[in-house]
Structure formats: C-alpha cells, structure tokens
T-cell receptor, first 111, second 110 residues
Framework: DAGITQSPRHKVTETGTPVTLRCHQTENHRYMYWYRQDPGHGLRLIHY???????DKGEVSDGYSVSRSKTEDFLLTLESATSSQTSVYFC??????????FGEGSRLTVL | GQNIDQPTEMTATEGAIVQINCTYQTSGFNGLFWYQQHAGEAPTFLSY????GLEEKGRFSSFLSRSKGYSYLLLKELQMKDSASYLCAPYGGATNKLIFGTGTLLAVQP
C-alpha cells in the first residue's frame, strides 16, 4: 500500500461549477502528479508538483489549477467545470526509485 | 516533445506467450516503465528498464534498446487475469514527468 488516497472518489456536478479534487499521501514524497484518463487518449498529465508551492504544467493543463501548501496534499481545481472535463482523474506519487504509485482514481461527471 | 507508439489491442490464448511492443521518441531519457491496468482500476507498476537488455521478473519480462527507442513487454504462460491494458511510459529529460502511451488492451481467451 503506497499510502495515497483521493477524494472524492465519485462526483457529479453541473457545468460552470467549481470542483476541487484532493490527493493525500502519507509517504512524504516530493513529487506528486495529476493525470486524467479518457478512452482513446490514455493517461495524460495535467499538472505536477516537485515540492511545497512548486508546481508545473503538464500536457493538458488548460482549465485546471493546482496547489500544494503542504507535502502531503496536492489539490486539483476546476474553476468552472465543463463537460469536456468529464473523466477519471488519477493522482500519483513518485517513489525513491522513480516509479509512480497511483491513487484509486476520482470519477468526475460534468452535466 | 514525446511520441509513444504501441498497438491498440491484442488477443492471445491462455497459456501462450505474447509480446507487446513500444516505440518512443523523447527529448530526454532515463529509462522506461511498464504498467498494468485492469478495467476500472488504477495502473500498477510492472517494470522499469534503464539499461539495454532483457529483465525478467517471473512470468513477465521487459526489454529495452535505448539506441532504437524500442521496448517490449513479454508475458509468458498467459492467464485469464492478465487481460488488462499495458502502458508504456518513457521517463526522463529535464523534468521528472512521466508521459504514458495510450496503452495496449490485451484480451486473453480460453
């Protein structure tokens, strides 16, 4: 067990509403990542963090923001959700040998 | 930029051997990961190759050729539970970003 949890696991919301997904780790790892996964596209990197208050964009960052105010938490925010952001979101932490450990995923539906 | 290519789908028979290929082009490279993902679940780590050659881990082996930008995952003695998506992910460059291919959906038939 890699000690990573995501919340909420499932969420249904309406277009235009803000949404925040939380990723929590108990491993004290420096690097954390947010991916989305959609049929035909695989896992695509949204944002990642390399330390407290240190974040950078991934492949598909438009419409998303992140924050990392402490080592254990990495938040993903959709300021104004759109239907194109309906997806499964995975958080991951990077272990000491470089491998990623994934959370169980958060399924978001935007109506 | 990065370009990762792997077959979309493959079918194999229980007890057989299957090889899943991955070719990649990256701006920097430290190594290559393979992950397994069952439907509705999170990806799980299978292997990490840094050096050229074959690394064996039980029924699963992974091969890397850095000069050719090529890797494969070899699954032996296939079992029904091996039906899953297999994701290739080159790693490295100026950042610690791990970029995934779209994955190969393997169906194991009786």
């Amino acid at each position: 067990d890699a000690g990573i949890t995501q919340s909420p696991r499932h969420k249904v919301t309406e277009t235009g509403t803000p949404v925040t997904l939380r990723c929590h780790q108990t491993e004290n790892h420096r690097y954390m990542y947010w991916y989305r996964q959609d049929p035909g596209h695989g896992l695509r990197l949204i944002h990642y963090s390399y330390g407290v208050k240190d974040t950078d964009k991934g492949e598909v960052s438009d419409g998303y923001s992140v924050s990392r105010s402490k080592t254990e938490d990495f938040l993903l925010t959709l300021e104004s959700a759109t239907s194109s952001q309906t997806s499964v979101y995975f958080c991951a932490i990077q272990g000491n040998t470089g491998e990623l450990f994934f959370g169980e995923g958060s399924r978001l539906t935007v109506l | 930029g990065q370009n990762i290519d792997q077959p979309t789908e493959m079918t194999a028979t229980e007890g057989a051997i299957v090889q899943i290929n991955c070719t990649y082009q990256t701006s920097g490279f430290n190594g290559l990961f393979w992950y397994q993902q069952h439907a509705g679940e999170a990806p799980t780590f299978l292997s990490y190759n840094v050096l050229d050659g074959l690394e064996e881990k039980g029924r699963f082996s992974s091969f890397l050729s850095r000069s050719k930008g090529y890797s494969y995952l070899l699954l032996k003695e296939l079992q029904m539970k091996d039906s899953a998506s297999y994701l290739c992910a080159p790693y490295g460059g100026a950042t610690n970003k791990l970029i995934f291919g779209t994955g190969t959906l393997l169906a194991v038939q009786p």
